[in-house]
């Protein structure tokens, strides 16, 4: 008589009960922190919403004209213009286009990171932590260079396999600097994913995995209901970086594309608003960009915490 042994089914481990004291103590843990970050952003915070309110430029700075409150007028103004609904609405696809290849990017690496030997994972390594590490504004320059229109080595290459490259301009068009600067800050970007992801998956206990494999589930299967799953905190805090490091990019628009492009073309929201409070000495109104900034940010960090976290009940 032949007898069949079934394979082992994975099952999700218990959860612990949360007990009483728990939250006391996370709370005991987060309090240095929290105080710390309370001392160093209430008072900017409240300043710059307290600037907002009121007509505020270079005369009141300097101390020679009184402050004259308008209470929301600064934020109508805003609201009412044009030019703001359009460079909020490139900054969002600009970031959303940064925040994807950065995630992509860094994904794709970690799993690669994770299925190679020891030397090759080591070099890959040292070149993200590299370009992680090179501050932006040389990152950048270092960018114009490689595409300058005249003297750069990717229009050379370009033009040497004989594509229409020659003194072709990377800045010029609207779409053209957006895509550049965008390869720059997912190239400065993707190393913080990569890190990150590589963390969450070799931390994925084996005996999952080989139950896994089985039970007959394939690389895709196990990659979608065992792996992601595991490592969807990671993914949620790299998520939540991503989204407010690229929302609020400054230098790399600002010096790839001279301040914002040929006639405001590649604005962003954060240039946007230098322009107008340090340029255009309306500090009033760069104040309530930057508010409006916030609040934008908040909301949407917010929106797609909650979202995970309804997808990860339903898992």
Not at 29 to 58: C, E, H
Not at 192 to 217: N, Q, R, W
Not at 243 to 255: E, M, R
Request: proline share 4%; hydrophobic share 50%; aromatic share 12%.
């Amino acid at each position: 008589m032949v007898t069949v042994q079934e394979a082992p089914s994975v099952t999700a481990p218990a959860r612990r009960p949360r007990r009483k004291g728990d939250g006391r103590a996370a709370a005991l843990y987060l309090a240095p922190a929290g105080i710390l970050l309370a001392a160093m952003l209430a008072y900017p915070i409240y300043q710059l919403v307290l600037i907002s309110f009121y007509d505020y430029g270079q005369p009141q700075a300097a101390g020679n004209a009184p402050l004259v409150f308008l209470g929301f007028d600064n934020y109508a103004d805003l609201l009412s213009e044009v030019q703001f609904w359009t460079v909020l609405g490139k900054t969002v696809g600009f970031a959303a286009a940064c925040v994807i290849g950065s995630l992509v990017v860094g994904t794709g690496l970690a799993v690669l990171a994770s299925r190679v030997r020891s030397l090759p994972r080591t070099l890959l390594f040292l070149a993200a932590l590299g370009a992680w590490s090179t501050p932006a504004i040389a990152g950048s320059y270092v960018w114009l260079f490689l595409f300058d229109t005249d003297f750069g080595l990717v229009n050379e290459v370009l033009s040497g396999i004989g594509l229409p490259f020659e003194h072709h301009s990377w800045t010029f068009g609207t779409f053209g600097a957006f895509g550049l600067v965008a390869a720059e800050v997912i190239w400065c970007s993707f190393p913080f994913v990569l890190v990150t992801m590589y963390a969450g998956i070799k931390g994925v206990p084996d005996e999952v995995l080989e139950a896994a494999s089985l039970d007959g589930a394939s690389v895709w299967r196990t990659s979608w209901s065992i792996v992601l799953p595991m490592v969807r905190p990671l993914l949620m805090i790299a998520t939540v970086q991503s989204i407010i490091w690229d929302f609020k990019v400054f230098t790399q628009i600002y010096v790839m594309t001279n301040g914002g492009g040929v006639a405001g073309r590649n604005l962003v929201l954060n240039v946007y608003a230098y322009q107008q409070a340090f340029a255009g000495q309306e500090y009033g109104l760069g104040s309530a960009i930057g508010v409006v900034m916030t609040l934008l940010l908040l909301s949407v960090t917010g929106l797609y915490v909650r979202s995970q976290r309804r997808s990860a009940a339903w898992l």
